[in-house]
Nanobody, 115 residues
C-alpha cells in the first residue's frame, strides 16, 4: 500500500487549502482512509476519516465544520478541504488507511497557516 500526500504549503488564516492523498497498492473496499496531523512539539492527532465504500465520514470535534474529507474512487484519491484555517492548524498532515488499526501511513505534507 502506498499513500502519497500532497497539497500542503503556506496559507493565510481565513483562506482555504485542499490536501490530496493518492492511494495505491490494493483495493480499498472495506477500508477507511483518514487524515491526521502533528504540530511541532505535540502528539499526532486525528483530523477526519472516510469509509471508502460508503463515504461515511467522521471528524474531530475541533475541526468539524471547517474541514471536509471526501474521496474520488475513480482517482483513488482522498481529499481534505481546509476552510478558514487558523494558525493553530499549522502541522504536518498525514494520510493513513485502516480496517480497524491505522497501519499504513503516507509521508506527510506540511501546512503552515499565517496570521
Amino acid at each position: 500500500v502506498q499513500l502519497q500526500a500532497s497539497g500542503g504549503g503556506l496559507v493565510q488564516a481565513g483562506g482555504s487549502l485542499r490536501l490530496s492523498c493518492a492511494a495505491s497498492g490494493r483495493t480499498f473496499s472495506g477500508y477507511k482512509l483518514g487524515w491526521f496531523r502533528q504540530a511541532p512539539g505535540k502528539e499526532r492527532e486525528f483530523v477526519a476519516s472516510i469509509w471508502w465504500s460508503s463515504g461515511i465520514t467522521d471528524y474531530s470535534d475541533s475541526m468539524k465544520g471547517r474541514f471536509t474529507i471526501s474521496r474520488d474512487r475513480a482517482k483513488n484519491t482522498v481529499y481534505l478541504q481546509m476552510n478558514s484555517p487558523k494558525p493553530e492548524d499549522t502541522a504536518v498532515y498525514y494520510c493513513a488507511t485502516a480496517v480497524t488499526d491505522w497501519n499504513y501511513w503516507g509521508q506527510g505534507t506540511l501546512v503552515t497557516v499565517s496570521s
